[in-house]
């Protein structure tokens, strides 16, 4: 259910109405009434389109296999009023049925252009002039539904290809974001297993009495095997709490940039949603970790294109540009905005301003690590249906930034709120 779909059905039922006022020149026959229901329904259709209710993709899948059988109907009744039996209105028949094909499998495509030929072989047998037609119109309709079981079967594997890419970006994008946060989480536990092994020894040194210093030794000694244990679980890691530490490499954004605006079109925009890459300012090749940038770009643009697959449709765009030391890629969506109660949490762990989502809420909260380790950020604002994320990458390598929230008593500082 996207416009250019809605478009085309509408253009086919005003073809098969032609089809049927040019056969019915001369006799005492309109096609007014035809036209009046095909009107009503282009309307309906409309309302569902662009409003972009259902918002559930399936009921949506749903609404527009309703909407494709109406159109057979429609076409199978314009057909027999008009007296065409099995004229040129009949072909009306093959743009629906080729879509419900797309949607459910060929079988049903090819059910749904063979349903109406088969009642017409019916009427023709039973109440037309020349019963001996019922064979070739039989011929007739077997032929008419090879065009949406081709389309059907087709479509086959280039969604199963889709499928695949989508389930690869998806398993990849997870793994980073799952690891860098159970990374980031194993960093404090240990930070402050430190803390409070420092602190208790500390007091060790100046006890207020023998029971005092006892209790604290126990409470030091259990903070030390804290401490062991969460070091194995953690392993050697990097100051910058990720579980793979980041590398400096040559990395051409304005590559980067298309290569994940590519990798997510092809996994996650459905018809009905544009991509759009602007470049303003070319940047230069900057030395920086590529990895960080990209898993933090394909989250982002996912975000985007799955905000407007939830409704239909949608346009995404990206900018990139030069903006003093900093390349800035401003990715903006249509997709319905964020509520203000959802702003507050944007970037907390695990929580998913899309409730029907099947994501981890990962998203944005790690999107935003991936580009702080490198000097970077990640900004968020929504008005209005719109939102637009703007990821800021440093041309130079800077020193990672950390959060207060991130910051802990062994000394890490933080940089910014």
């Given at each position: 259910m996207t416009p250019a779909l809605w478009a085309l059905r509408a253009v086919n039922l005003l073809l098969v109405l032609a089809a049927a006022w040019l056969g019915t020149r001369g006799k005492a026959v309109t096609v007014i009434l035809p036209a009046l229901a095909a009107a009503i329904l282009c309307a309906a259709d409309a309302a569902c389109v662009f409003s972009g209710r259902p918002a559930e993709p399936k009921a949506r899948a749903a609404a527009s296999a309703g909407f494709a059988v109406a159109d057979i109907m429609l076409v199978a009744w314009t057909s027999q009023w008009s007296g065409q039996w099995a004229g040129v209105p009949d072909l009306g028949v093959l743009i629906p049925a080729i879509l419900i094909a797309l949607e459910f499998g060929p079988v049903a495509g090819g059910a749904a252009a063979a349903a109406p030929a088969a009642f017409t072989v019916f009427l023709v047998a039973t109440l037309g002039p020349n019963p001996g037609h019922a064979p070739v119109l039989a011929l007739r309709g077997a032929l008419f539904a090879l065009a949406p079981v081709a389309a059907g079967a087709a479509l086959g594997p280039a969604r199963a290809r889709s499928a695949a890419a989508a389930r690869a970006t998806l398993a990849r994008l997870r793994a980073a974001q799952v690891g860098e946060y159970l990374s980031f989480a194993l960093f404090q536990l240990r930070d402050y297993a430190i803390t409070i092994s420092s602190v208790s020894e500390a007091i060790a040194l100046s006890p207020n009495d023998a029971k005092t210093g006892e209790r604290v030794e126990?409470?030091?000694?259990?903070?030390?095997?804290?401490?062991?244990?969460?070091?194995?679980?953690?392993?050697?890691?990097?100051?910058?709490?990720?579980?793979?530490?980041?590398?400096?490499?040559?990395?051409?954004?304005?590559?980067?940039?298309?290569?994940?605006?590519?990798?997510?079109?092809?996994?996650?925009?459905?018809?009905?949603?544009?991509?759009?890459?602007?470049?303003?300012?070319?940047?230069?090749?900057?030395?920086?970790?590529?990895?960080?940038?990209?898993?933090?770009?394909?989250?982002?643009?996912?975000?985007?294109?799955?905000?407007?697959?939830?409704?239909?449709?949608?346009?995404?765009?990206?900018?990139?540009?030069?903006?003093?030391?900093?390349?800035?890629?401003?990715?903006?969506?249509?997709?319905?905005?964020?509520s203000e109660t959802d702003k507050v949490t944007l970037f907390e762990p695990f929580l998913s301003a899309r409730r029907a989502s099947h994501g981890l809420g990962l998203g944005l909260s790690m999107s935003r690590r991936f580009l702080e380790r490198i000097g970077g950020g990640l900004r968020v604002k929504s008005k209005g249906g719109y939102t637009a994320a703007l990821l800021v990458v440093p041309l130079q390598r800077e020193l990672p930034k950390i959060r207060l929230e991130d910051s802990t008593w062994a000394g890490r500082r933080a940089e910014h709120s």
């Open positions: 126990r409470l030091r000694k259990a903070a030390g095997e804290l401490g062991v244990k969460l070091s194995r679980v953690l392993g050697d890691q990097s100051a910058l709490t990720t579980a793979r530490p980041p590398t400096a490499v040559s990395v051409d954004l304005t590559a980067l940039v298309n290569g994940c605006v590519q990798e997510c079109r092809e996994a996650f925009a459905p018809d009905g949603v544009s991509v759009a890459v602007r470049v303003q300012n070319t940047p230069p090749p900057i030395s920086s970790d590529r990895r960080s940038i990209e898993l933090a770009l394909l989250a982002v643009l996912q975000n985007s294109l799955e905000a407007c697959a939830a409704r239909g449709s949608g346009a995404v765009t990206v900018l990139l540009r030069s903006e003093g030391p900093n390349a800035e890629i401003e990715i903006t969506d249509d997709g319905g905005g964020v």
